[in-house]
C-alpha cells in the first residue's frame, strides 16, 4: 500500500517508494504550483492515467543528463552547424505542452492530460516552468518543456514533428544550462533514446543528495532567452 496525501505538500521517505512498479511513493493531493515546487525540490514528480488518482514517483535509479555531458555526434553536430532552424525560449509555452500531448505512434491516449498542463502553465506564468522550441519555416517543429528549481531542471518531456527537432532543443538546452550554472537534467525514466545522447542512471540516494545542494539556490524566475546560448557541443563518434 502507498500513502494518501494530505492537503499539506509533505510527502513520505523516498526509501518507502515501491520497488514494483519502481518508484511509487504515494497517491492523492493537488498540482498546485506549491506542492509541485515541494515535489521537485525532493526528487519527485506527477505521473497518471486519465481516471486514476494523482500518483507521485521517485524511481532508483532515476536517469539524469549532466549539462556538459550531452553526446553529439558528427551526423548531428553537422545539423546543429547547418542552421535551418530557429531556437526560441519560452515563446509558445502551452504548444510545446500540447504537441507533448498528443498521441505518439501506437498509442491513443497520453498521460498530459488538461490538468497536467494547466499545472505546468501555472508553474510557467510563474517564471519556474520552460519551454525551448526548434522552429522549422515559422512553424514549430518541436521541442521540450520541464522545470528549473535552482541550478536543477526536470525534463518533462520531447516532441518532434521533424527529424531531430527535440535533439536541436535539448542542445540547445544543455548549452544554456551550462551558461546558467545548472549541475543535472532529470529525465525521470531510462530510455535507449536519451541513453545515446548521454544519459545515464543515477542511484536515487544520489541523486537526492545532487538535488539537496543544487535546488536550494536561488532560482532565476522569469522567461528564458534564446540570444544568450553559445554555440559549443561535445562532439564524439
Known amino acids: 500500500m502507498i500513502p494518501w496525501l494530505s492537503p499539506e505538500p509533505l510527502f513520505p521517505p523516498l526509501e518507502s517508494a515501491l520497488k ?5 511513493l504515494a497517491a492523492g493531493g493537488d498540482l498546485s504550483p506549491k506542492r509541485l515546487l515541494a515535489a521537485y525540490a525532493r526528487g519527485i514528480f506527477p505521473w497518471f492515467s486519465e481516471g486514476d488518482p494523482i500518483l507521485w514517483w521517485s524511481p532508483d535509479p532515476r536517469t539524469v543528463l549532466i549539462p556538459d555531458q550531452l553526446v553529439v555526434r558528427h551526423s548531428f ?23 507533448c500531448a498528443a498521441p505518439r505512434d501506437g498509442q491513443s491516449d497520453t498521460w498530459i492530460m488538461p490538468e497536467m498542463q494547466a499545472a505546468y502553465l501555472r508553474l ?17 517543429a518541436g521541442g521540450l518543456y520541464g522545470v528549473a ?16 527537432a527535440s535533439k ?19 529525465c525521470q525514466m531510462e530510455t535507449s533514446h536519451l541513453l ?41 563518434g
Open 168 to 186: 536541436i532543443a535539448l542542445a540547445h538546452l544543455c548549452a544554456l544550462l551550462r551558461q546558467k550554472g545548472f549541475g543535472i537534467i532529470d
Open 124 to 140: 510557467h506564468t510563474l517564471g519556474y516552468a520552460h519551454s525551448v522550441e526548434t522552429w522549422m519555416d515559422g512553424e514549430l
Open 77 to 99: 553536430a553537422k545539423v546543429l552547424r547547418n542552421r535551418l532552424y530557429e531556437i526560441r525560449i519560452d515563446t509558445a509555452f502551452a504548444a510545446v505542452m500540447a504537441g
Open 149 to 164: 528549481l535552482g541550478r536543477a531542471f526536470f525534463g518533462e518531456s520531447m516532441f518532434s514533428r521533424h527529424k531531430d
Open 196 to 236: 545515446s545522447l548521454g544519459a545515464r542512471p543515477m542511484p536515487r540516494s544520489e541523486f537526492a543528495a545532487r538535488l539537496a545542494e543544487l535546488a536550494p539556490a536561488e532560482t532565476a524566475l522569469g522567461a528564458w532567452s534564446a540570444d544568450s546560448v553559445r554555440d559549443y557541443y561535445r562532439v564524439k
Open 20 to 24: 514494483e512498479p519502481n518508484g511509487l
